[in-house]
């Protein structure tokens, strides 16, 4: 007896089909995704999702016996990316030195100035010939702030936003130039105590600014997209 040929089964859909299928499902899924993104943009200015972020930043700093003012958050991190220096280590030692910026003055009774408290001669530098002592100096205002001078001393000034003075009363100026000399004082080497002890000659004060520095950076990258997240939506704006 003869065995009968089973019959090959034809594909539903035939290779030619299948590509045509493909080439024309391309541009529909690029255009699915087109008007997706616009409305994720979209929804993303509606002051539910916006009141979210603003929740997301509070309740990370509500541990904090000082919040970490929003604005100074992305000239920290400028800093870093330029000197290395971590930029919860600059937040921490402008908590330990002002508060936040938020002391009554600016200036303290043995001479320090500015933001971060720098003494006049560390800013400008020890090798202006009226440095002695403690660094208070007799420094004439313009010399204060003159990058030329301060380049010309050794100092640790810097002009951050480059408007042509370098300003301790600045904040961007003495963030970037609290970095500078935390850089320099050891950081850049990996020796946070050193640097930081350089920069106050305290046990105590090392103890303080690592204190926070701990705390600042357990939290530092939900921070961080925090405030990324809002620049986002500001430039959108």
Request: charge should be negative; charged fraction near 25%.
């Given at each position: ?35 997706s993104?616009?409305a994720?943009?979209?929804l ?12 997301d ?36 030692h ?11 003055t ?21 090798d ?5 002592g ?7 205002e ?6 030329k ?89």
């Amino acid at each position: 007896m003869t065995k009968s040929k089973k019959k090959s089964k034809k594909p539903l859909i035939s290779p030619g089909v299948k590509l045509f299928l493909i080439i024309l499902l391309i541009p529909v899924s690029i255009t699915i995704y087109f008007f997706s993104f616009l409305a994720w943009q979209e929804l993303k200015n509606i002051p539910l999702i916006n009141e979210i972020v603003n929740n997301d930043h509070k309740e990370i700093q509500a541990n904090f016996d000082i919040a970490i003012p929003e604005e100074y958050i992305p000239i920290y991190i400028s800093a870093q990316e330029k000197y290395g220096v971590p930029w919860t280590l600059l937040a921490a030692h402008h908590r330990v030195e002002t508060r936040f910026s938020t002391m009554s003055t600016l200036v303290s009774p043995v001479g320090a100035e500015g933001h971060m408290q720098f003494m006049p001669c560390t800013f400008v530098g020890w090798d202006h010939p009226s440095c002695n002592g403690l660094g208070k100096g007799e420094i004439s205002e313009s010399e204060k702030t003159d990058p030329k001078v301060i380049k010309r001393f050794g100092g640790y000034g810097v002009d951050a936003n480059g408007d042509g003075v370098a300003d301790p009363f600045d904040i961007e100026d003495a963030i970037f130039s609290a970095a500078n000399y935390l850089s320099k004082a050891g950081v850049s080497e990996g020796e946070l105590k050193k640097a930081i002890y350089n920069y106050n000659h305290s046990e105590q004060y090392v103890e303080d600014i690592l204190y926070y520095y701990h705390l600042y950076n357990d939290v530092s990258d939900e921070l961080e997209q925090v405030v990324l997240a809002k620049k986002e939506k500001e430039k959108e704006l």
